[in-house]
Each structure stands twice: as C-alpha cells, then as structure tokens.
C-alpha cells in the first residue's frame, strides 16, 4: 500500500507541476495577447497616418499639377509678350529709321533752298 500511495503521490505532485506549468503558459499567452493587441492598436494607428499621409500625398500632387499648368501658362503668355514686345522694338526701330532720313532730307532740301 506504501508504494500505491507513494505512486499516487508522485502522480499528485505531477499533476500539480502540470497545472502549475499551464498556469504559467496561460499567464503567459494572456500577456503575449496583450502585446499582441497593443501591437495591433499601433499597427491601426500607423495605417491611419499613412492613410493620411497618402491623401496628403495625392493633394500635393494635384496642387503640382495644377502649380505646372498655371506655369506653363505663364510662360506661353510671357513668350507672347516677348515676341510683341520684339515686334514693338523693330516697329520703333523701323520708325526711328524712317524720321532720321526724313529729318536727313528736310535738312538736304532746307539746305538747298537756303543756298539758292
């Protein structure tokens, strides 16, 4: 009876390390679900940023967009005025020209009637 009952201490003992161990490994799984779930509130918190970040992204591109297209615009209009102001520049050296050989022949012609 000594060695039933030693038996069945050994197997009692046994059993209680075994629900100690388990014990131990729920504590422990409890913990690693938490930081699981700390993880995942983060991870939610990132994705939400990056969402966001992602929108701004987009807005910005679209602001480029519209900044490149205004510019471009911009530019057209400048290389007209360019070219108008080119135009101008000629018509008034054309003009200059012109009433400095006017004032050349007033002067020849004043000349000769002065002399006659």
């Known amino acids: 009876m000594f060695d039933q009952e030693l038996a069945t201490a050994g197997l009692e003992k046994a ?6 161990a388990i014990a131990k490994e729920e504590v422990s799984l409890a913990a690693r679900g938490s930081e699981l779930e700390t993880r ?7 994705r939400q940023e990056l969402n966001e970040l992602s929108e701004s992204l987009h807005r910005w591109r679209l602001e480029l967009l519209e900044t490149a297209s205004q510019q471009a615009v911009a530019e ?5 005025e360019r070219k108008s102001l080119a135009r101008r520049e000629s018509l008034t050296t054309s003009m200059e020209r012109s009433l400095e050989r006017q004032r050349e022949s007033f002067k020849t012609r004043h000349e000769k009637a002065a002399q006659k």
Do not use: I, P
């Open 40 to 46: 995942s509130l983060g991870l939610e918190v990132r």
């Open 15 to 20: 059993l209680e390390q075994r629900e100690e």
């Open 76 to 80: 057209m209009d400048l290389e007209e």
